[in-house]
């Protein structure tokens, strides 16, 4: 059972933890910032692993994540700055741009490619894992590409707006990702100085916060960038902007799935066995 549910409360959420992240290396030589992953499974299930990558040098980011397999779960990948040329074995291919949005669901096995389609200047972003319920983890393979024009943005009172990638806000906006199961919702939020938002997430939904640009408080506990704020049960999630510039934040909220996780390299499976057959099954050319 994940912690932000171990209790029985309806009032606006608290943080249970600041996360801070830690420096890494992934695909062939990015350097970014792991915000989550084995560690806080239970603390965000359903959600697996966020990376953070922000590197205007273009030798921490030129290599790209060449290909490779998954099996089980699914990834966001979300642009901020830069471009990256995504490409698979099931014939799907583009190029997302800053602001725009991939939404891969691995199912049964896919092998892609996530490379730069750029080098030089910045590039900035989010990569999220999604865990996938026992019984969508051999669904096909799939690939959604969402540009930024595509998403809605639903503008509040002064200051404030939310852009919705996926599930939908209490004002009704809906974003162009359901997915299924887990009931994710992914919102980019902007928060001028001194701005507030209230946002009610249902209190069967763990949900956390990214701040990226700038400073927020949440019921009185501040959370700079890079941090990830893990809040507990509740209802509405209460943010204000105390620092001096826009403020920048992901909403991401998810029903946890509450089942094993079997975590091995590219796969995430709910046994150990299941992991090798998957290794298994992409040695013999089945992914």
């Known amino acids: 059972m994940s912690l932000a549910h171990t209790t029985s409360k309806t009032g606006p959420r608290a943080v249970v933890r600041v996360i801070r992240g830690q420096a890494t290396s992934d695909g062939a030589g990015v350097r970014l910032t792991r915000l989550l992953g084995h560690e806080t499974i239970e603390l965000a299930d359903p959600f697996l692993m966020l990376d953070h990558f922000d590197n205007d040098q273009s030798s921490d980011y030129i290599g790209g994540f060449p290909s490779h397999p998954h099996r089980g779960f699914e990834t966001v990948t979300y642009m901020l700055a830069g471009r990256i040329r995504h490409g698979d074995n099931k014939d799907h291919s583009g190029v997302i741009d800053a602001g725009d949005v991939q939404w891969m669901t691995a199912g049964s096995g896919i092998v892609h490619s996530e490379m730069p389609e750029q080098e030089a200047g910045l590039m900035r972003g989010f990569q999220l894992w999604v865990n996938l319920?026992?019984?969508?983890?051999?669904?096909?393979?799939?690939?959604?590409?969402?540009?930024?024009?595509?998403?809605?943005?639903?503008?509040?009172?002064?200051?404030?707006?939310?852009?919705?990638?996926?599930?939908?806000?209490?004002?009704?906006?809906?974003?162009?990702?359901?997915?299924?199961?887990?009931?994710?919702?992914?919102?980019?939020?902007?928060?001028?100085?001194?701005?507030?938002?209230?946002?009610?997430?249902?209190?069967?939904?763990?949900?956390?916060?990214?701040?990226?640009?700038?400073?927020?408080?949440v019921e009185g506990t501040d959370v700079a960038a890079v941090n990830v704020a893990i809040l507990d049960d509740g209802g509405a999630?209460?943010?204000?902007?105390?620092?001096?510039?826009?403020?920048?934040?992901?909403?991401?909220?998810?029903?946890p799935l509450g089942e094993p996780v079997a975590w091995g390299g590219p796969f995430v499976m709910n046994t150990r066995e299941e992991v090798m057959q998957a290794a298994r099954d992409f040695q013999a050319g089945k992914f």
Do not use: C, W
């Open 133 to 217: 319920a026992a019984r969508d983890k051999m669904t096909p393979a799939a690939y959604r590409e969402l540009p930024t024009a595509e998403i809605p943005v639903e503008a509040r009172e002064a200051g404030v707006s939310l852009k919705v990638i996926a599930g939908s806000t209490d004002h009704g906006t809906v974003g162009p990702i359901d997915s299924g199961a887990t009931a994710a919702r992914f919102f980019d939020i902007r928060l001028a100085p001194g701005a507030r938002l209230e946002e009610m997430v249902p209190p069967d939904l763990n949900a956390l916060l990214v701040v990226y640009d700038g400073q927020v408080a």
């Open 237 to 255: 999630v209460r943010v204000e902007n105390t620092g001096t510039v826009e403020a920048g934040l992901l909403l991401i909220a998810g029903r």
